[in-house]
């Protein structure tokens, strides 16, 4: 999943590289617009033509949005609702929640987007100063279960309205000691297995959300030596067999945030898959060259790993047929 800015008034040479000739399979819209819904959708149209417009490309792109609402709400103007902050949110009944996640999801669909990045299932515990979440009131409660139930009806809202969604930010970001966006070697010393802050990711998912995203922060009780994104631990033996999710894990940026400039680009993309991981998220679309060919060169010549990115390309697909995007016939 690579970023093109939101304000685009199409795609540039290095999308269109990225999509044609190295299979990118997914755009962000990135920065913020407030051009509106039928700006957005001549945008989105503009892209898939890149996969759709010629022989054999039959495979739709996945189009994908951070949504939250308050200040991380990357689409706005006319045909957009403005959405309130999720610690808003949290204060309604679910079923208000479920009714505006669908109309806010209904908003997305008539702009071409497929995929919201959201809801945020992390729990910041009252009193916790957090610069990723508790700064900017994304967060919906301060504890475990009526986080989990405001997650539920978003990610029930937002199906019904035909938009995938994305619990986050896997296996919380409550307790961290920073943001990973802008600082390195973000630590959360106290989240363990069977964390109580766990409960609304596990609502998420038995929601029916499509996709978890992970952190880029380290969790020393898990596995102190890498940061989540990086762990098999996390996402295969917490994400995938604890919580038994078996839809597409992606990361979060990995692109531009500090938490990981000190590993190289294309590694990025091969630690993440090689811990379990589906769907790496770059924000920079001209980082995709490196991160195919470093893909390619340890499928080359590491079995397991090859077989590890052939079956995170056929959960991709399965997903994308499920959802439309796989437009071919019976045969």
């Known amino acids: 999943m ?3 800015p939101a304000d685009a008034s199409g795609p540039d040479p290095v999308l269109v590289q990225a999509v044609r000739e190295l299979g990118a399979g997914a755009v962000i819209l990135t920065g913020r617009s407030e051009a509106g819904v039928r700006a957005t959708r001549a945008l989105v149209d503009s892209l898939d033509a890149l996969v759709t417009g010629g022989p054999g490309r039959a495979i739709g ?174 996402i295969g033996t917490m994400l995938r067999a604890d919580l038994g999710f078996d839809g597409l894990v992606i990361s979060d940026d990995v692109g531009v945030a500090t938490s990981v400039q000190d590993v190289a680009v294309g590694q990025r993309a091969v630690r993440f898959i090689a811990a379990g991981g589906d769907v790496v998220l770059t924000v920079v679309a001209a980082q995709a060259a490196e991160m195919v060919q470093a893909i390619v060169a340890r499928a080359r010549h590491v079995e397991r790993f090859r077989d590890q990115v052939d079956a995170a390309a056929v959960r991709v697909l399965r997903h994308k047929e499920e959802v439309g995007l796989l437009r071919c016939g019976p045969s």
């Open 61 to 234: 792109l996945e189009v994908a949005v951070d949504q939250e609402g308050g200040q991380v709400q990357v689409l706005q103007g006319p045909g957009f609702d403005a959405m309130p902050t999720a610690t808003v949110q949290g204060g309604w009944s679910d079923a208000r929640l479920q009714r505006a996640s669908s109309r806010w999801g209904a908003q997305l669909r008539a702009a071409g987007a497929t995929l919201n990045l959201s809801p945020v299932a992390d729990v910041v515990p009252a009193g916790r100063a957090n610069a990723p979440i508790g700064q900017f009131d994304r967060e919906f409660a301060a504890a475990p279960r009526p986080v989990a139930a405001k997650v539920t009806a978003f990610v029930k809202g937002s199906l019904a309205a035909g938009v995938g969604t994305t619990v986050k930010h896997f296996p919380g970001l409550g307790r961290a000691s920073g943001n990973t966006d802008d600082t390195a070697g973000v630590v959360d010393d106290l989240t363990r297995r069977d964390d109580p802050l766990l409960r609304p990711f596990r609502a998420g998912i038995a929601a029916g959300t499509p996709y978890v995203m992970m952190s880029t922060a380290r969790y020393t009780r898990l596995a102190p030596d890498s940061i989540a994104a990086f762990s098999p631990f996390v």
């Open 2 to 4: 690579i970023g093109v």
